[in-house]
């Protein structure tokens, strides 16, 4: 099992940006997918981001190109870049690097 531990959440005013790291315990480069996900208090979670094995990226329909998921020169780091946030953003977020979960970080947007 691959061990997944995220960083970076915290408060930021609309607007704002925020940089997550997702850091798991193994290189992260060739799993079949690393994603980013979020999840609100009473509804479902739902896909962020993720990076394929291929390099290929997907983005949830909310995103509109917001954000950005890229991974670190560290083969086992894989970053979520969010720009112009806005309160409906907020949320827990977690990284999954196939069905291994981290713990989620907490992401806050008001002012």
């Known amino acids: 099992q691959v061990q997944v531990v995220e960083s970076g959440g915290g408060l930021v005013q609309p607007g704002g940006s925020l940089r997550l790291s997702c850091v798991a315990s193994e290189d992260t480069t060739r799993a079949f997918v690393v994603g980013w996900y979020r999840q609100v208090r009473g509804k479902e979670r739902e896909l962020v981001a993720a990076?394929?094995?291929?390099?290929?990226?997907h983005y949830g329909d909310f995103v509109n190109d917001r954000f950005t998921i890229s991974r670190g020169t560290e083969k086992n780091t894989t970053y979520l870049e969010m720009n112009n946030l806005n309160i409906e953003d907020t949320a827990v977020y977690y990284c999954?690097?196939?069905?291994?979960w981290g713990q989620g970080i907490q992401v806050t947007v008001s002012s």
């Open positions: 990076i394929t094995s291929a390099e290929t990226t």
């Open positions: 999954a690097v196939n069905q291994d």
